[in-house]
């Protein structure tokens, strides 16, 4: 029982394309996040969401868009994709959002999802 | 501020010796530090926490120190093994005025463990 799944876990696409990785939990969290991992390993949030609403939008371009439709599911679309896009995503979750607001954010971090653009 | 600093950015240690890494913060409310380790190709894991109330804690072979005063934790392995070799990254709640708390991580330390 995967308890943070996303997928696809490789996807290599062409610059200009439109391309979506899905996350799902069932963990019963009520918090999700995408981070992004470049080559040097630095992993940096981009979104976070508390029972679908979005609480953390960090300074990613637009073509970065996130949908929650449900709070077991975070899913990050990415349009007209560019080189420097190419990296892991990973997806991660955490319990509530008590739990964020005291800052103890026990994160469960999904396989990751590399995307090559080429 | 946000940032999260972290030292070395690669170590090697020869099994059976001692590593130690080592970060600092710059946000004084910061409560809560992580540190995960990520294994080649695999998910940052959760290996041992320390809340802000706490000097230290320690989990068989791993120890994490935290010294608030100077805004800066450790995390200790004693009796290195082959499989602690990975990506080690520190975390650090950080308040922020637009978001609340969030985490917010070193750059990572790769660590080799040498047989």
């Known amino acids: 029982d995967t308890a943070v799944s996303q997928t696809p876990k490789y996807l290599v696409t062409q610059m200009g394309n439109d391309k979506s990785i899905k996350c799902e939990q069932n963990?019963?969290?009520?918090?999700m996040y995408w981070y992004k991992q470049d080559s040097k390993k630095f992993l940096k949030i981009m979104f976070s969401y508390n029972n679908k609403e979005l609480i953390i939008n960090e300074t990613v371009p637009n073509r970065f868009s996130p949908k929650s439709p449900d709070k077991a599911h975070l899913n990050l679309h990415i349009n007209s994709l560019e080189l420097g896009d190419s990296a892991v995503y990973f997806c991660?979750?955490?319990?509530?959002?008590?739990?964020?607001?005291?800052?103890?954010?026990?994160?469960?971090f999904g396989a990751g999802s590399r995307l090559t653009v080429l | 501020g946000e940032n999260v600093e972290q030292h070395p950015s690669t170590l090697s240690v020869q099994e059976g010796d001692s590593a130690v890494i080592k970060c600092t913060y710059s946000d004084s409310a910061s409560n809560y530090f992580p540190w995960y380790k990520q294994e080649l190709g695999k998910r940052p894991q959760l290996i041992i926490d320390i809340r802000s109330n706490v000097g230290e804690k320690k989990d068989q072979r791993i120890a994490v120190t935290l010294n608030k005063t100077a805004k800066h934790f450790s995390l200790h392995i004693t009796e290195t093994q082959p499989e602690d070799s990975a990506v080690y990254f520190c975390?650090?709640?950080?308040?922020?005025?637009?978001?609340?708390?969030?985490?917010?991580f070193g750059a990572g330390t790769i660590l080799r463990v040498k047989s």
């Open positions: 963990l019963g969290h009520d918090t």
């Open positions: 991660a979750s955490s319990q509530g959002f008590a739990e964020f607001l005291s800052g103890a954010n026990v994160l469960t």
């Open positions: 975390a650090a709640s950080i308040v922020t005025e637009k978001y609340g708390n969030k985490l917010v």
